[in-house]
Each structure stands twice: as structure tokens, then as C-alpha cells.
């Protein structure tokens, strides 16, 4: 049976996935009238943006926050219905080695200020450093609000971005002379992307940085499962459709066109345009027969480095956060802020110390969890490399010697004790990323987003990489790279590129 004869009009546009970014890409195509259909594997669409329960817990699967920018704008200037909650500060690390114990605050000026404070005499390497990061993000949002920018706004505006363009984070706090123990303050952010800062596009880091502390941050109400239940409602509102458990099991082309594609279920759908919320390696090595694919795009798919996974344990205590001396939301803990030697430790899943980041849900939203209890999870960035020796008949206990090594470090940094308030607990491998969401190989942040493969020369690229016709790619692995916010303006993005070749 095709789709044709299923709903009685075939599609106009299929959408393979529905993370964030393939459900904006639907929005996006219903709301302009197209006929979208959207195709997910598994039972409930969301991908990331999900939650599941365990007992009386509700746990956010993966978002720690989102920025108050493009993204966050655009959830509420759109019609969705979806409450936010303010986090209430920055981060809080705790470096052990080094005895730092450090509270940032949201707000560009007083977070200078304060790491200014704590390092006496950085005043002008830190201003310098910020101000060019601040410079970094307006040129970004110059080249996401128009079309054609203008080079000669470019130079004159934004001569800093344009410099800065082909470094590193590294290098760029080298030029300006900024202390270690600066660095050590402002770094942290580095593991919500998962390169290192002497491999990571300085320009991404710093727009990221950037938007965080001057503008703040929010998470939704009911988890980031609100999200996808509001682009769920609008899409079918508009009159487009999704299916799950519905997995496709082949992209069909013709001349370099996509014609369609067929589902496990031996379901043929037809259709000449496609978005993809999963990444060109599964599109290129799985989906589409390998006589069709171009070799520039396998050796485009084989020079990109896959970025990290992470290993989390989702914690529901029986006390409330007060009383077990939870005081902050956002924690960033490690021995130092090495972030070469820590990311080297990313493969080490035996590492004592890594490092990680947690986030007491409570903390912006006493409501997350049942009156006295809390909330807890905890996040260290792993690799697949890391859990090569794990086999079937270990991994439940690899997985639980990790947690402990995990808990154990946070207890220890923040001199509390929470081991005897588990109530319940639940732990995600790089294993379970791959099982849940088919991400390649478990990695959940697409392609590493290094100098020659950032934004900037993935949309320089992007015409180049354009290998059939009618074929677009949303989500992590796209131009904008990832998290929440990027992943979910790529559906935007594709969506709009489908609506041009469509001619509407």
C-alpha cells in the first residue's frame, strides 16, 4: 500500500526523524500549506526531547537549558504554547585540584566583574576576550537576518569575527593574553560542545558563551517533552502528518533525485523531497544503495570526525533539595580546566576524575519532581573508544561502577551526601543513545565543530554538498552543528530550502 492510497494525496515532503530539528522542519512545511509527512522509528516522536518515568519521578532525558536567543525567541513568537522557567545563575565550578570554587552570574557585565574579582589584574585580557566573543555573536545574527550580507559590512563591523574565523578558543585567549586562571573561570561551557578549546571554532564557542551569560537561560515546563508535544500539535493543526514506528529502511533515488522511500514494513512512499534528521553517515553508508551514492560524498561523510557521546545518571532522591544542601542548579565539576587532558580522558571510561556537568532540575523548577524530593542528573562526555571491552554480559555492571565513580565525585566537590537518598536511578550509554535514537555510533552532538568544519565553512559548503536533488539534512549533524536551540533553527532552515525547490 502506498501513502497515496493510505491518506488519499501522496506527500510533498517527507521528514525522516522527529527530533527538534525534523519537527520544525515539519512545522515549518505545514504551516505553508506542503504536505508533510513525518517518519519516526520509535513509538513517540521528540527523539532527544523526551522524558521518561521511573517511579514517581518524571526525568528530562537531555536538555540542561536552553539560551534566551534565536531559538528561544522563536518558540515564543511562534503559536506554541509552551511556559518557560528562568535558570537562576550561570554555572557553579568547582575545580578540585586547584581549590576553585566559583559562582558565575548571568549578565555579560557581571560576569566580568566577577572573574575579574577572582583574578586580580585581568581586567583588560577579560574584557578584551568577551568583547570580541560579544562580536562574534552579533556577526553571527547579522549573517543569520539577511540573505546577502554585505562584505563591507562585514570588514567594517566586524573585522574581530572575520580575524577570528579560522582560529581556535586557544588561540584567541593567547592574543589577548588571557591568565589560565581567567581561562580556568570562563571555559567551562567547552563540554556542552565536546572538543577542546585548542580544537574547537573559536567563533562557535564564543557565540555560544556569548548568548548564554548575556542573555540567560530557560528550560520548559513538563521537560523538554513539552517542546515536541507543541510541535506535534501545530504540525497536525496545519494538516501535516507523522507516523511512528514507522522506520525507513531506504531512501529511493533516480539520476541523482530523491524519488521516495521505503519503510521496514516493505511500504513504499513516494516523494521528491526529503529532509533528514539523521546524519549523512546513516543517509550515505545505509539508506541509499551504495552504486547511487557519489564518492565525494562518502569522502565528505569519512572526513568529518564524529563529535562526543555522554554517559548520564538520572537520579530521583527522597529529600528535598535544600536539605540534602543542593543550593545551585547548574554544576560544572573537575579537577582542573585542562580541557585537552580532560578530553583525552574522554575515552577512559576508568578515568577518576572527569569531568562533569549536573543539574539539579529543581533548582529553576521546584515542581519538577514530587513535593520532597529532587531531581538530580548527572553528565560526563564519553566516547565509544571508552566502552570498546564492554560486552553484553558486563555492561550492566560497567554501567554501574561509572555511576558510582560518578556520584561519588560530585559527592566529594560539593561536600554532600546523596548515595542514601536514591530512590531511583538510571544510567544512558553511549550504547543507549545509539539504541534510542539511532545516533552513529551513540554520538549525540553530530560532527565535531572544528575551524575547517564550524558553521561558517558548512554553510560555505553547503551548494557543494548538495548531493540529490530534493535530499536536505536537519538536526546535529547539519550547517548551524548542535545542541537544542541549533538543531531545532536547521529544520527551519531545511524546510525553507525544500519550499524553494518546490517553487512555493
Known sequence: MTEESRSGSAPEAIVIGSGLGGLCAGYELAVKGVRVLILERHNMPGGFATSFIRGRFEFEPSLHELSATAAYEYLRDNTFDINFRKVPEAYRLILTEKNVDFRAPFGMEEFRKSVIRAVPGSDKPVNDFMKICEESYQAFSYLGGTSSPSPGVLFRQYGNFLRTGAAVTDEVADAVKLPQKARDLIYPYWCYLGTSTDKVSFSLWASMVYSYLN????????????????????????????????????????????????????????????????????????????????????????????????????????????????????????????????????????????????????????????????????????????????????????????????????????????????????????????????????????????????????????????????????????????????SMLSGKTAAEKAVSEMGI
Open 215 to 486: 542573555f540567560g537561560a530557560y528550560i520548559p515546563d513538563k521537560k523538554s517533552h513539552s517542546l515536541s508535544v507543541a510541535f506535534v500539535r501545530e504540525i497536525r493543526k496545519a494538516g501535516g502528518q507523522i507516523r511512528c514506528n514507522a522506520e525507513v529502511e531506504k531512501l529511493l533515488t533516480h539520476n541523482r533525485q530523491i524519488d521516495g522511500v521505503t519503510l521496514r514494513s516493505g511500504e513504499t512512499i513516494r516523494c521528491r523531497h526529503v529532509i533528514s534528521n539523521i546524519s549523512p553517515h546513516h543517509v550515505y553508508g545505509n539508506l541509499i544503495d551504495s552504486s547511487e551514492v557519489p564518492a565525494r560524498a562518502s569522502r565528505m561523510v569519512n572526513a568529518r570526525t564524529p563529535g562526543v557521546s555522554f554517559f548520564v545518571v538520572y537520579l530521583g532522591l527522597d529529600a528535598d533539595r535544600e536539605s540534602l544542601g543542593l543550593t545551585d542548579y547548574s554544576y560544572f565539576i573537575a579537577p582542573h580546566m585542562d580541557t585537552v587532558r580532560l578530553a583525552e580522558g574522554f575515552g577512559n571510561r576508568h578515568n577518576p576524575e572527569p569531568m562533569q556537568a549536573t543539574v539539579c532540575l529543581n533548582a529553576a523548577d521546584e515542581s519538577a519532581s514530587p513535593p520532597g524530593t529532587t531531581i538530580l542528573s548527572i553528565s560526563a562526555a564519553t566516547t565509544p573508544e571508552a566502552w570498546k571491552d564492554v560486552n553484553p554480559w558486563n555492561y550492566h555492571r560497567a554501567k554501574e561502577e561509572f555511576a558510582e565513580l560518578l556520584i561519588r565525585q560530585f559527592e566529594k566537590a560539593t561536600g554532600t551526601e546523596i548515595r542514601s537518598h536514591i530512590e531511583e536511578i538510571e544510567t544512558a550509554s553511549p550504547v543507549t543513545f545509539s539504541r534510542y535514537t539511532a545516533a552513529w555510533n551513540g554520538t549525540v552532538y553530530g560532527y565535531e565543530a572544528t575551524p575547517w568544519d564550524g558553521i561558517i565553512p558548512r554553510v560555505l559548503a553547503d551548494k557543494k554538498e548538495s548531493y540529490f536533488k530534493g535530499l536536505h539534512f536537519c538536526g546535529g549533524n547539519a550547517s548551524r552543528t548542535y545542541g537544542f536551540g541549533s
